[in-house]
């Protein structure tokens, strides 16, 4: 399918352009930058589209998604989570609450944990990348982690980090935004008790990664993803 204009691209969403170019600044659509015009994938249109519309109401706030994740969506919400995040009581109560969410609701629900953009950069760097401090592998590059039946895509990183880190790698091994790229980047923005909980580790846990799979537009991928969230919820229950 041919990619679209930013112009286009709004009309298919019943949107400004502003607010298209905002969405593919946050990586909520995927789009290539060519001779200074961006290009959008519309398959990426659709699919936000069709999160659009099932989402039924807002999504949680970039704390409250993290801190559901950690949790296991409040099952096992522990002290250590409580106290980095500052939950309060009503806060703890509206994340437990979310157990009774169906699975496929976290296409749209955890949104907000982070920006996503999808780059393209040397082979050769990724492993770099990945051994990079700060830098979480997740999503599709962590299958041998969770004993996924997927297959990993060959030469391809999807990862979590901080701003500053983000900038520094962008920097040091000339990323630059590819719609249809090998890296997908996700930048997570927390107050840094919070944010250390979440990127002081080499690979996300299932519940993190459950979602990566199921935002994909690959079906068979999404599903597994819906798999693992449940599997996940059920031997987190009491």
């Known amino acids: 399918m041919a990619y679209v204009?930013?112009?286009?691209?709004?009309?298919?969403?019943?949107?400004?352009?502003?607010?298209?170019?905002?969405?593919?600044?946050?990586?909520?659509?995927?789009?290539?930058?060519?001779?200074?015009?961006?290009?959008?994938?519309?398959?990426?249109?659709?699919?936000?589209?069709?999160?659009?519309?099932?989402?039924?109401?807002?999504?949680?706030?970039?704390?409250?998604?993290?801190?559901?994740?950690?949790?296991?969506?409040?099952?096992?919400?522990?002290?250590?989570?409580?106290?980095?995040?500052?939950l309060n009581s009503e806060q703890r109560r509206r994340i437990r609450a979310l157990t009774q969410r169906e699975t496929d609701d976290w296409r749209w629900l955890a949104r907000n944990r982070a920006t996503v953009?999808?780059?393209?950069?040397?082979?050769?760097?990724?492993?770099?990348?990945?051994?990079?401090?700060?830098?979480?592998?997740?999503?599709?590059?962590?299958?041998?982690?969770?004993?996924l039946d997927l297959t990993e895509p060959a030469q391809s990183l999807d990862v979590y980090t901080d701003a500053r880190t983000a900038e520094v790698l962008v920097s040091t091994y000339a990323i630059h935004a590819a719609a249809s790229g090998n890296l997908t980047l996700r930048t997570v923005q927390l107050a840094t008790a919070a944010q250390q909980l979440v990127l002081d580790r080499v690979a996300m846990p299932r519940s993190v990664v459950a979602v990566?799979?199921?935002?994909?537009?690959?079906?068979?991928?999404?599903?597994?993803?819906?798999?693992?969230?449940?599997?996940?919820?059920?031997?987190?229950s009491p």
Request: glycine residues 6%; aromatic residues 4%.
């Open 117 to 147: 953009v999808h780059a393209d950069v040397r082979p050769a760097y990724l492993t770099r990348i990945a051994a990079t401090p700060a830098v979480v592998q997740a999503g599709l590059s962590t299958i041998t982690d969770h004993h």
């Open 212 to 236: 990566d799979l199921i935002e994909q537009r690959d079906e068979r991928t999404s599903r597994v993803g819906r798999d693992l969230l449940r599997h996940a919820l059920d031997e987190a």
């Open 5 to 86: 204009d930013v112009h286009e691209a709004a009309q298919m969403l019943n949107v400004n352009v502003q607010r298209t170019r905002a969405l593919i600044a946050s990586g909520a659509l995927q789009a290539t930058k060519v001779a200074g015009v961006w290009l959008v994938d519309p398959e990426s249109v659709h699919a936000y589209v069709h999160r659009r519309h099932d989402s039924g109401g807002r999504p949680l706030s970039a704390q409250s998604a993290w801190a559901a994740l950690l949790s296991d969506m409040g099952r096992r919400l522990t002290d250590e989570i409580i106290e980095a995040f500052e």
